[in-house]
């Protein structure tokens, strides 16, 4: 069995309002409603764990049956970092589990062929990631100064979802601190640990909501998706 | 004198219509006016040559009196790289300038104040250029393979403008092969000539329009700017 843990405990209100931004909507629908579907609409994923602020975890049962996500079945209350999330999250998986795929409850527009082709390589190579390819020009700097310009084709941005063997996740894990602020991904802690993380390309449009911008391209995302279908 | 290169001959449309990006509008004017406002404004500035698409040149001018961009000196064709159309828009520049200032054409959102900062920087220190926070968590990869994570802390996204003194970038050009498809800024060339480039920090507003999303993006931006005025 592969399980989702989705990772939406943030409590940001940076977009103005009184709302966490995943519980913003896009086009009508709260932004992690959107995500959740992408993993209810996918093969590969049987079960959904979901980490939310713990004062929205009673709520949010009557949300996931109104908009019937089937595979959601914990709702786990987050911690004060995202990786203290993850790790509640980790805490919650039952023993049988094969893989487990790591996602950011603010990146609605992940899609199912995504989320399969990296819980595959996962499958085949134990750890694998969703990338995108990097369009700015990266410096990498010291004291205010260049210290070199970086070959862009061999870097990715680092999207979700992270998929990893579920033993692999857990002893990476438990040699984590989780409060450490500088920790972005579960990937640099597998890393770590000397493991081979897989890349697989993914699409720009996987984007993480997190400011009015954001939700802005995210509806224009939206319309385009819609008059294609 | 300072001059500023605006770098503006890209003739890509894959936005749609048959208009290259530089000249599609937003709020009702196009992307290059708004750009080279933000120069004309700028008390740094003393001069600006553009560098445009070698049909576009002819009838250009018309549209810069209708705007009255006084400090547009010169309107010179580009060539087949963005590299080789700033080299052009460099063999045009009269010897008594101090600094220049190379700037995308489809960046609109650069600042007078974000303008006078690199200006002054560069002044003071030969070369410098505006920078952005990265905000992605960005992978080496080598094969398929994360190599590693990079610290995110010393990574910036490179923006424009890049300043520079005249004589240094000239000499810079002077040692590029600016056909080369991989050369995406002028910083760079003058890296390799062992010299320091200092950064000077930035607002990510200041985004290069190259995308439909980017347009969309860019009207938010405008309408966030009016909101405050």
Redesign the interface.
């Known amino acids: 069995m592969n399980v989702a843990i989705i990772a939406a405990a943030g409590q940001g209100t940076r977009m103005g309002g009184n709302r966490a931004k995943q519980f913003l909507e896009l086009a009508g629908t709260p932004i992690i409603i959107h995500t959740l579907r992408s993993f209810e609409l996918c093969d590969a994923i049987q079960e959904i764990i979901l980490v939310l602020p713990a004062p929205d975890t009673a709520g949010f049962l009557a949300i996931a049956e109104k908009h019937r996500l089937r595979k959601l079945s914990q709702i786990v209350p987050g911690g004060t970092t995202r990786a203290e999330s993850v790790l509640r999250g980790l805490l919650a998986v039952r023993s049988a589990t094969e893989i487990i795929a790591v996602h950011d409850g603010v990146r609605p527009f992940v899609t199912s062929d995504e989320i399969t082709k990296t819980v595959k390589a996962a499958e085949a190579n134990e750890a694998a ?1 969703l ?1 995108a390819a ?9 004291n ?7 070959p ?7 999207l979700t979802p992270q998929c990893f063997r579920f033993e692999l996740l857990r002893r990476a894990y438990e040699q984590a601190d989780v409060l450490d602020p ?1 920790l ?2 579960e ?2 802690l597998v ?1 770590r640990l000397g493991v ?4 697989v390309e993914g699409s720009s449009r996987n984007i993480k909501i ?1 400011n ?2 954001d939700l ?2 995210g ?3 939206l319309n ?1 998706l819609e008059s294609w279908s």
Chains 1, 2 share one sequence.
């Open positions: 990631i990338t990097v369009t700015d020009t990266i410096k990498e700097v010291s205010g100064i260049v210290a070199r310009t970086l862009r084709k061999v870097l990715r941005r680092s500088d972005t991904d990937s640099a890393e081979k993380v897989t890349i997190t009015q911008e802005v391209v509806e224009a995302i385009e």
